[in-house]
């Protein structure tokens, strides 16, 4: 197995390009009524973010060559998704960050009332999205996704990390924090690009949920390691938050260089899982890498 | 046309019950991690409340004889939407609302972070709950809920009402921000129930977009008149808020005597509208007497 052929950035670059055409696509101008509410949704989506998320929808549908228009909307509902965690986390009453992606963050932009609604109006309209594709497995694509985003998944990780600040967790315990509060979303990302295609055999949704929780896991211990070594400017968000918090986190528990062993060996697993696979496996395997040595 | 054989409180009373019962199964125990969120969900939700948008659901179903499951799935979710609506227009960022339904409201019982969470996950639960029914129009359903609930809809309104407090609005941009803040779900309540048959004709989906049209203002005239008349005690949250914001109501636009005779002839015209249906629509007409004449 090689990746020499394929080169991961120009790959990205195309399908992040992709994704932001898209997510301008599917938001409704600023001029459309409330003004004020569509500018503020435009402002907290678009122009920044690394669209790891919509890079696996896409990686997965390429795997299972689904067609590009209900690809499209994967990754679009994912990224909003994702989006409308990031305005509701930043808010005063949950972690309180003024910066996000190297601007103010949405609520310190356009105040706290419109941040809540614009959190809200997102997850609507990732919702909408799919839906409004009428795939043939648009209605699989809601189920999965609002079971990750929902009090089992995303919301549910982000209830658990606020009750576990200030204490010591068991890595047993961080682990299932991390599956429900990144896990969940990442394996919904390969999710809703398999279900894009007209339909998806229970081999590639069994390969593509170890991947997940492989590339889920190594996702968070990366973050947490560069919340302890990078800075506030090399991540456009604050860092070293996590020891100011008391957080427990991979670094607090296993000390960087263990940290940096479990994600070289969660890597290998990863090229591993995806050996049978041909070329159509190439942009699941740069992602892997990419997730796994990113340094911001 | 005659009611006299229909009578409102046995058929309300059956089927609050129905959709309390189908909340309390489809919301997680407050024994499921995360346990506190659950927790607060279910506080949210469970026991309280007209549950109007539910008997919509239940009412419009009846009319093209939907079966009971996928009907039961439609009012759980209109339910969860206006649940987390109420939750986050509580808070303090917004209305900052210390009583709903005549308890703590829910950022007052267990903070602002875990009240911002809830109101997340009961969305999320909403578009769950519909998908996992696989009912032939779900996909249609999940299309219509999500278009209520947000930018267009429901958020969409909340942003129009927090621009306009203090501002003199016209009757036009009254009723445009009340179709998007409560008209839109009322519609939805309808459509979903419609929905959930197997097929639904474009006539019945028509008839049901006028009876919501009238609906939905009434409700808000009727709202408007209680908050100006009723007291605390009597509503089950603060009365007089309007005045104290300095908000446009239908009151303040038209009077009390004028605002009456409206919900007046909107009752009558949707009478009208009823006029060609047997008892099938019997809880139509009974739920449209009962939001023109409520009194809390």
């Not at 301008?24 to 402002?43: C, D, G, I, K, Q």
């Not at 509902?77 to 305005?87: K, M, R």
């Not at 957080?247 to 890597?267: C, D, P, Q, W």
Request: proline share 3%.
């Amino acid at each position: 197995m090689s990746i020499s052929l394929f080169t991961f950035e120009p790959w990205a670059t195309i399908h992040q390009q992709q994704v932001e055409d898209a997510l301008a696509r599917v938001m409704p101008s600023e001029e459309t009524s409330p003004a004020r509410l569509h500018s503020a949704m435009r402002y907290a989506v678009l122009g920044g973010g690394k669209r790891v998320r919509a890079l696996l929808s896409y990686a997965a549908a390429e795997l299972v060559r689904a067609p590009a228009k209900s690809t499209d909307a994967a990754a679009v509902a994912v990224e909003l998704i994702h989006a409308f965690s990031l305005v509701h986390d930043d808010m005063p009453c949950m972690d309180d960050d003024d910066l996000r992606r190297g601007k103010p963050s949405c609520h310190k932009q356009y105040g706290d009332a419109t941040a809540l609604l614009v959190g809200d109006a997102l997850q609507s309209l990732a919702f909408q999205t799919i839906a409004d594709t009428n795939a043939p497995q648009a209605l699989k694509q809601v189920q999965v996704l609002a079971q990750a985003t929902g009090s089992r998944g995303m919301c549910g990780g982000q209830s658990i990390d606020l009750q576990s600040t200030g204490l010591l967790l068991t890595r047993s315990e961080l682990e299932t924090m991390h599956q429900y509060k990144t896990g969940a979303l990442i394996r919904a990302s390969t999710l809703l690009g398999a279900y894009a295609a007209e339909s998806t055999s229970e081999a590639h949704i069994s390969l593509l949920n170890q991947y997940s929780e492989n590339m889920g896991l190594a996702f968070q211990v990366v973050d947490d390691i560069l919340d302890a070594t990078a800075d506030t400017q090399t991540l456009g968000k604050t860092a070293g938050k996590d020891a100011l918090q008391e957080k427990s986190t991979y670094v607090s528990l296993l000390g960087i260089e263990e940290a940096n062993a479990l994600v070289k060996r969660l890597y290998e697993q990863t090229l591993q899982l995806l050996a049978g696979f041909d070329k159509q496996a190439d942009p699941l395997r740069a992602i892997a890498r990419f997730i796994c040595e990113r340094t911001s």
